[in-house]
């Protein structure tokens, strides 16, 4: 979990004036390249940061504070598409002292080196020895979680990386808020609760749907407004949870773009997601959250706020990291009960009642 304040040394050397940060292709992943941005200006004071991220991040990437502005690639994920990178880089020379690549692909290093950047940093990994000249080994034991990955690149070789780093954030803009209220026709007049349903990596990350709506009927019983929110990709599920629930509930899945996402997200009272990109968007906008963790492992991308709660059962056979189940039973998210849940969210708002949940077909 992050402290506060975070502190490091501020660089003695040559200052890089722009830096340009290659960002992750994952939603969760570029939420916390932010860390990394609040540490590079402090320790460049002044510096201008840029963060190259697919088109569909930009909207997120202009969200995140410390950041001058996003440098769209629309070259899809896991293809080299390399005509476009090239006509990039050309457009980038001299426009940067430093780039650091995240990604520990080949073709994400192949930018910065193409656009001649001065010193690119990032860890080995796919023969990357070449594209990059400031090359960093990871020691995941030192560095468990990908934010510390993230945070450390920020840093010299021979700097101590810190045992705390700070909280990614995401900023929203009240203009932004009321034109997505208004473009879905949405009350917020009401408490909300955001439930997340979805998750990109596969069914051993989601929490079933009656559980999910187990936990919306409780909140709606109580004058609550419940907005399932995820993909285009999450509609069927999240439509089952909207059914489960009621008439309060508005499914949003696919409705909304990543912008709008992140702004009415913002509005919540209390989130409730599994392990993904929406639950880190909303810990890095401070919302009371509560995550939901089956195959993953909660020690290395937790939701980074201390206004969250994790929720797991620590069983044996997990975290195994797949996308199915390989024991074909689900238990760490099936006999993951509502009641953990509610008793998780009573504890981030007191005045809340978690009481039983209700049940399929009780008024």
């Not at 932004?176 to 997340?196: F, K, M």
């Not at 407004?225 to 069927?236: L, Q, R, T």
């Amino acid at each position: 979990m992050p402290s506060s304040p975070f502190s490091i040394p501020k660089h003695d050397g040559n200052r890089p004036s722009r830096i340009l940060l290659v960002g992750p292709s994952w939603v969760g992943d570029m939420v916390m390249a932010q860390s990394l941005v609040q540490v590079l200006r402090q320790r460049f004071p002044g510096a201008e940061v840029d963060v190259l991220a697919p088109a569909w991040s930009a909207a997120l990437v202009a969200r995140m504070p410390g950041v001058r502005r996003a440098v769209s690639i629309s070259a899809g994920h896991g293809r080299l598409e390399l005509w476009e990178r090239l006509t990039l880089a050309h457009r980038l020379r001299g426009s940067y002292d430093q780039a650091l690549v995240l990604p520990n692909s080949l073709k994400s290093a192949l930018v910065p080196f193409l656009a001649g950047i001065p010193q690119r940093t990032g860890y080995l990994g796919e023969y990357r020895y070449v594209l990059l000249n400031d090359t960093r080994r990871l020691n995941k034991h030192l560095l468990p979680m990908t934010v510390q990955r993230f945070v450390a690149l920020g840093l010299s070789k021979d700097t101590e990386p810190p045992p705390d780093v700070p909280a990614p954030r995401l900023e929203v803009h009240a203009a932004n808020v009321q034109y997505a209220l208004t473009e879905l026709n949405l009350d917020a007049d009401r408490d909300i609760l955001v439930l997340c349903p979805g998750a990109e990596y596969g069914p051993a990350k989601r929490w079933p749907t009656e559980q999910f709506a187990a936990v919306g009927r409780t909140l709606a019983g109580q004058g609550w407004n419940i907005w399932v929110m995820g993909s285009a990709k999450d509609g069927e599920t999240a439509q089952a949870v909207c059914d489960l629930v009621g008439p309060t509930a508005v499914n949003l899945a696919g409705r909304t773009s990543l912008a709008q996402a992140v702004d009415l997200i913002s509005l919540a009272r209390a989130v409730v997601s599994n392990d993904s990109g929406l639950m880190h968007v909303a810990a890095a906008l401070d919302r009371p959250l509560v995550a939901v963790y089956g195959s993953s492992d909660p020690g290395f991308t937790p939701p980074l706020s201390p206004n969250s709660r994790i929720v797991s059962l620590g069983l044996k056979c997990s975290p195994c990291f797949q996308r199915q189940c390989p024991e074909g039973h689900l238990d760490c998210l099936l006999s993951l009960a509502p009641d953990l849940v509610l008793a998780q969210l009573a504890e981030l708002l007191p005045d809340l009642d978690a009481g039983r949940p209700m049940i399929a077909g009780e008024c």
